[in-house]
């Protein structure tokens, strides 16, 4: 009860921040611009933009199958569909994501997947995304440098300086044991300032997570193969995800600026937001699109572009994804039921 109480304050904090964004944007638009906006869109293109998100979605469940199945877990590609979706609720309604990967490890361990193993895959894609996001921001940014303003380049830094934080801190749980001592220490010592209680437990879990972390340094070293197939996968899954802004930008009828600069611009919108500590990214992620792509549409068409581009890349799948984890609740209810 406790969980599903938390679970519907999220959802109400996610419908409330989401309120506040489209106020925000709209309250100053002429609602006949937008009208007429949407009566220019060509359906087609949205719906390769929509194709262009499966696509997103399967390749990050094939990678989770691939990882599971040389762990000795049986997962089909389905379940493992299933699991992706169920992150993505969870990491829309809570800040910063962080209520995806450990929905994803419950729901795996109601299907006999050890909590090791779904740990260890999990890991292995989360860090695979953060190397992919970062490594096209940092490319992107280099080629659009010009188009972004001031105001936006610095927003880009701070979110790039999260993604390699993350990334850096991943790789040092997993490949370093004496820096992630050192990691956990100084953690510690910060908790102890703000006098945070129950530490001992705090520390025990750390160091009982950190042991995990390490066994997943021998699993990296021995399937590099591996890695690098996951590698290239997720590279394939972040272009096809960056892409959608193109498919929204051809909905329209535009066709001046091509398919490699606006995948490169949401590449850098992505890397700005993701990390951010609001459910969904819900407002900075609306905002950085009205600030990046301002110079690619008309100021009349922008606030709809932003509206169809979210709904295409997000709201959708957090709409889609919502009823996947309603299913699979009232599964795993039914079977306590009947048990």
């Not at 762990?71 to 590609?77: A, D, P, Q, R, T």
Request: hydrophobic share 50%; proline share 2%.
């Amino acid at each position: 009860m406790n969980d599903l109480k938390k679970t519907i304050r999220s959802i109400l904090l996610f419908i409330i921040l989401i309120a506040i964004t489209f106020y925000i944007v709209l309250k100053n638009q002429n609602i006949d611009d937008i009208k007429h906006a949407f009566t220019m869109v060509d359906i087609k293109f949205l719906l390769v933009g929509v194709i262009a998100m499966f696509i997103y979605y399967i390749c990050e469940a094939i990678n989770l199958g691939r990882t599971l199945k040389v762990l000795g877990e049986k997962s089909s590609f389905f379940s493992n569909l299933k699991y992706i979706l169920i992150g993505t609720f969870f990491s829309a309604i809570t800040p910063a994501a962080s209520g995806g990967q450990p929905a994803q490890i419950y729901f795996m361990h109601k299907k006999k997947i050890s909590i090791a193993n779904a740990t260890l895959s999990l890991l292995i894609l989360l860090c695979n995304y953060h190397l992919v996001t970062v490594s096209l921001a940092i490319i992107s940014y280099i080629f659009n440098y010009k188009l972004l303003s001031h105001p936006m380049r610095i927003l880009f830094i701070v979110g790039l300086i999260i993604n390699a934080s993350l990334l850096a801190i991943l790789l040092i749980c997993v490949f370093s044991k004496k820096l992630s001592r050192t990691l956990i220490g100084f953690t510690i010592k910060i908790l102890k300032f703000f006098k945070v209680k129950n530490l001992k437990e705090k520390e025990q879990r750390l160091v009982k997570g950190l042991n995990k972390y390490h066994g997943s340094a021998k699993y990296i070293k021995s399937h590099k193969f591996l890695i690098l197939k996951t590698f290239l996968l997720t590279l394939l899954q972040m272009c096809a995800y960056n892409s959608v802004s193109y498919w929204v930008y051809r909905s329209f009828g535009f066709s001046g600026h091509s398919i490699f600069r606006m995948i490169s611009l949401q590449a850098i919108l992505y890397a700005t937001v993701c990390a951010m500590p609001l459910p969904g990214s819900v407002g900075i992620s609306e905002g950085s699109f009205l600030g990046i792509y301002t110079k690619m549409y008309p100021e009349t068409m922008l606030s709809t572009a932003m509206i169809l581009h979210r709904f295409v890349n997000f709201y959708l799948f957090v709409i889609i994804s919502s009823i996947v984890v309603i299913i699979a609740s009232s599964r795993i209810k039914r079977n306590i039921t009947e048990k």
